[in-house]
């Protein structure tokens, strides 16, 4: 037990597989969605300091890394559950604090506890730096689900899934790096070759507009 206990956790993020129950072309663990976060992130921050804004680097790595970290005690939750109303989101976020909180007051020494609940807290804050993180998780969630509807996978829960990443990121449309994903990123995913190509870029556009229009 203790900090031993902790690095072993690390390896079971990475049998922790997102999106649970649905046929996938590719599987996801925890462990590699924390790591592409986090340099989705690291991009994302170097495009709004480029634009002018001070990036607490430090910070925004703590942020990305252990984003996920809860999700060792809960299991990845599908995106269109866990958000599908504000009490349930509520109360899987209060599990998974609850259930953290015990872990670290269990395996951590004393002198390092404080540190780690606030690691392990919530990161999708109002900083810039929690700004760029819930950006950046949309990000990759996209990427997951587009890389699904790309390969054929008939499964309507990723053409929801993103859908609700779409509209996640058009929330922070104010922010450079959003600008930027929007302008240069976006448009080569959409240019890419996949089945019912025009029918996806159809529904990109028309969540773009609609946001735009509010």
């Known amino acids: 037990m203790g900090v031993h206990h902790y690095f072993k956790t690390l390896s079971d993020l990475e049998k922790i597989y997102r999106c649970p129950g649905k046929f996938k072309f590719q599987e996801h663990s925890v462990a590699s ?17 480029n634009a002018g804004q001070q990036v607490d680097w430090r910070a925004l790595y703590e942020k990305a890394i252990n984003h996920d970290y809860p999700e060792l005690f ?3 939750i599908k995106t269109p559950v866990k958000y599908s109303s504000a009490e349930l989101h509520r109360l ?18 004393k002198e390092f506890r404080d540190i780690y609940l606030n690691r392990f807290k919530e990161g999708k804050d109002d900083t810039l730096e929690g700004k760029i993180l819930s950006v950046a998780d949309k990000v990759d969630l996209l990427y ?19 859908e609700e990443s779409l509209r996640t990121i058009l929330q922070f449309s104010d922010m450079a790096s959003v600008q930027y ?21 159809a529904i990109t556009n028309k969540i773009i507009e609609n946001e735009f229009e509010k």
């Open 144 to 162: 997951e689900s587009f890389g699904e509807i790309q390969k054929g996978n008939p499964e309507p829960l990723f053409q929801e899934i993103y």
């Open 92 to 109: 899987f976020t209060q599990v998974e604090e609850e259930m953290t909180k015990n872990f670290i007051l269990r395996e951590f020494p």
């Open 33 to 49: 969605h924390s790591f592409k976060v986090t340099k989705i992130a690291q991009f994302f921050g170097t495009v709004e300091e």
């Open 74 to 76: 809960t299991g990845d």
């Open 181 to 201: 994903f929007l302008k240069h990123i976006l448009p080569e995913i959409l240019s890419e070759r996949f089945i019912e190509q025009s029918e996806l870029r």
